[in-house]
């Protein structure tokens, strides 16, 4: 398989340790310590291969280039804990969201922005919440905020947070467009300005026009069941989502059911095709396929559909300490992140406390390598898999 240089930056968030890793070999190529990187705000691409990231503990945004002398680029101090994070189309402008942390209800009403290319950043009070992010560029780049409860598109002048004065001041949208209280997920097209809310009731769909938003038409899931993550699709122009459905009660998380739910942005056609029962969140795009991990007490196993939708099947080896039945998928338990970068076929998912990483070509679906570092990955850790001009900063909101 003829791919360009691929790497993979592995975090264990729990052990407070980062891992660069040569792709297709594994082999460790550089190591932070002491640094508890955000799961939630996830990994973020930037253009070259690059990658934020924010460090939970320190209160740090990291930018690390994997294929750089050194990992870790610049680091610029952000309010925490993160939540969600996010960049304008040219990966120069970003904003970092908080949230809940180790507390059972969100207190922090903190906003962080960032201009990359000056170094300058600026901290603002918006709203307690569990806000999401995206960065609408052009000529006066927009920071738009998804609260919940009550629900809203949230619209801030990027110049204007940046200049705000010290002291973390209250700041006011100068639009808000309605959104329901139950928004979890958040896109967004840098080609046509639209961005997009997972919601209960479809995906809210809305389109900047000057400083504003304009609503439109809610697309829908085509199901009882509704998506909790969206994704964009910088291969096909197209959002991802996994749709899960089945008992709410977390104790039955092993009949929850799971589809993955595929739309055209230019075309409006959407599919969607059975993954099987259980625990299915993040997904990960590779060149010519689309990866989900499936946690289930018969049997994990990665999910690859391919560019026509069938799906096959890759089976994993069992995790110590995984999900089981009578418990939930969520405490004291370990699970698997997966990831992909859209410039190659490889997928990498990991497997949690084992501190291991099975490295797959997604073409014949055999696993070429599996990777181990020196700390357990507890809770499965975060992944993410880069190529230097990959195309993966086409999706400006972190994963």
């Known amino acids: 398989m003829r791919t360009p240089p691929a790497a993979l930056l592995v975090s264990d968030h729990v052990a407070g340790s980062v891992y660069a890793l040569a792709v297709p070999d594994g082999t460790v190529t550089g190591h932070l310590t002491g640094r508890h990187l955000s799961e939630h705000a996830g990994f973020l691409a930037l253009p070259g291969g690059r990658v934020a990231c924010v460090d939970d503990r320190r209160g740090e945004l990291l930018v690390l280039d994997p294929f750089g002398d050194r990992l870790v680029e610049r680091a610029v101090p952000v309010a925490v804990p993160a939540e969600h994070l996010a960049c304008d189309p040219s990966g120069r402008l970003l904003a970092v969201t908080t949230g809940l942390g180790e507390n059972a209800e969100p207190w922090s009403d903190l906003l962080t922005v960032v201009d990359l290319g000056t170094g300058e950043a600026a901290r603002v009070r ?11 560029g052009g000529g006066d780049p927009l920071v738009v905020l998804r609260h919940r409860e009550p629900g809203a598109l949230a619209v801030h002048r990027f110049a204007e947070l940046l200049a705000a004065p010290p002291g973390c001041p209250v700041v006011t949208p100068h639009a808000l467009l309605p959104l329901p209280d139950d928004g979890h997920g958040d896109a967004h097209d840098p080609a046509s300005g639209r961005v997009f809310a997972a919601t209960g009731a479809g995906v809210r769909a809305a389109r900047r026009k000057d400083d504003r938003l304009v609503a439109e038409a809610t697309i829908s899931w ?12 910088t291969r096909r122009r197209a959002l991802w989502s996994t749709l899960r459905g089945g008992p709410p009660d977390p104790l039955r998380w092993p009949e929850w059911t799971n589809r993955a739910w595929y739309h055209e942005l230019d075309t409006g056609r959407t599919h969607q095709t059975e993954l099987g029962p259980g625990l299915v969140f993040r997904l990960a795009l590779a060149r010519s396929s689309t990866a989900f991990s499936r946690v289930h007490p018969d049997g994990d196993e990665l999910v690859l559909l391919d560019a026509d939708f069938t799906p096959r099947r890759v089976p994993l080896p069992a995790m110590d300490g995984a999900p089981r039945r009578g418990g939930t998928p969520w405490e004291g338990v370990e699970r698997r992140a997966v990831a992909a970068s859209p410039g190659s076929d490889w997928v990498a998912v990991t497997r949690g406390g084992h501190g291991e990483v099975h490295l797959i070509d997604a073409e014949s679906g055999e696993e070429a390598t599996r990777a181990r570092v020196d700390t357990p990955l ?4 975060h992944v993410t898999l880069v190529g230097r001009d990959d195309g993966a900063d086409g999706d400006p909101v972190g994963r």
């Not at 085509?222 to 699709?233: E, F, N, V």
């Open 222 to 233: 085509g199901s009882p069941a509704r998506g909790w993550y969206l994704r964009l699709d």
């Open 378 to 381: 507890h809770h499965g850790g």
């Open 126 to 136: 918006s709203r307690v919440g569990e806000p999401g992010v995206t960065v609408l």
